[in-house]
């Protein structure tokens, strides 16, 4: 089932909580709705499941007007980050609750519910916890039942709400590999919300970002990662860090230190900010009068095969803020090759980043 989100507005009070909302996902697609707490990412999701009421705009189902039919007549399947499992009852009455209380004409037999369930619970590798009950459960099996009992209905669309949100991080990063395994299989329309950058592009097909109650990009994984649309894309995800520079003629000035910018090759003399990922900076030893950001070397972390570097800039350096790092990663053996201790000076360059000139 394919969903169209056509001019979506939401108020909870003089809040606007959604904007604008235009959003359109394929049959079949595993969406992620990215975003940091309360730029509306839920309450979009609960407009759709119809949990809540757009103040304009409208949502289609395959093209039919969805935006009024009752919760209960759309059909979807949702899963909470807090399980909602049912204390008293077993795994098993937890999953074939839903098919239970449907009206008498269209409810399944007895055998037939055996069979829907016994089905789903091998379809989430734990139908030899049937007969147990949620308290005897791990989060990550408890998780799992929950997502069994939201498709044992068949629902057209399954929405999940931080669904690994309450789970340790080894937890969370099995569930998630285990959840896009299971939609391959499945292939239902599926839309999660999500806070956690790996998460989102470890999982989904398209990554929608959003902020303050607008959607900032729309695309697959690799499109935003490799190409933010914003300065709040590139800052959101994954650690970056931030310079302030002067924009020239398809270059940056961060100091001493030279950027590469071709893409405002036209630009003159703007002020400009510079996103550098940890892993695009060059640190080297300190020589008097070389280019580069003058920094000193606070703190190494070498684990394995990774040395993440923590600097504190010195003098007239291109950032800002109270307590400013800049934060370089590298392999272990390049870092031992450097011969830099904590505490020593150290020069940074940027190989290569993403620059927003100013208006």
């Not at 003098?315 to 934060?327: F, K, L, Q, R």
């Amino acid at each position: 089932m394919s969903i169209e989100i056509q001019g979506v507005n939401k108020h909870f009070g003089n809040f606007h909580v959604l904007k604008d909302i235009n959003l359109h996902i394929e049959s079949g697609e595993l969406l992620a709705l990215l975003g940091p707490s309360g730029c509306g990412k839920t309450s979009l999701l609960r407009i759709i499941a119809g949990l809540e009421a757009p103040d304009t705009g409208s949502i289609l189902f395959s093209g039919e007007d969805a935006t009024d039919v009752h919760v209960r007549d759309r059909n979807v399947g949702f899963v909470f980050q807090h399980y909602a499992l049912f204390r008293h009852m077993t795994v098993f009455e937890n999953v074939a609750f839903g098919l239970r209380v449907k009206p008498r004409k269209v409810r399944p037999s007895d055998a037939v519910i055996r069979e829907r369930v016994m089905e789903l619970l091998s379809l989430v590798q734990l139908d030899w916890l049937a007969d147990r009950y949620p308290s005897q459960l791990s989060g990550g099996q408890r998780q799992r039942i929950a997502l069994a009992r939201a498709l044992a209905v068949a629902p057209k669309v399954l929405l999940l709400d931080e669904p690994f949100g309450a789970l340790d991080a080894k937890v969370r990063k099995e569930l998630r590999r285990w959840l896009r395994r299971l939609h391959d299989e499945l292939h239902v329309t599926s839309i999660f919300v999500t806070h956690d950058q790996e998460e989102a592009l470890e999982v989904a097909d398209r990554v929608v970002l959003m902020n303050r109650g607008v959607v900032e990009q729309v695309g697959t994984p690799q499109d935003v990662w490799e190409h933010p649309a914003s300065p709040f894309v590139y800052g959101f995800l994954g650690d970056v860090n931030l310079f302030h520079g002067r924009a020239h003629e398809g270059e940056v000035e961060l100091g001493s230190a030279r950027l590469e910018a071709p893409e405002h090759a036209g630009v003159q003399d703007r002020r400009a900010m510079a996103y550098v990922r940890p892993h695009d900076l060059e640190v080297r030893r300190f020589v008097a009068g070389d280019p580069g950001i003058h920094a000193r070397l606070d703190r190494a972390i070498v684990v394995g095969p990774i040395a993440r570097l923590e600097l504190t800039p010195l003098g007239d350096a291109p950032i800002e803020g109270s307590n400013p790092i800049i934060e370089a990663q590298m392999q272990s053996a390049e870092f031992q090759s450097l011969g830099l201790a904590e505490g020593d000076e150290a020069l940074v360059s940027p190989r290569r980043g993403r620059v927003f000139v100013e208006a």
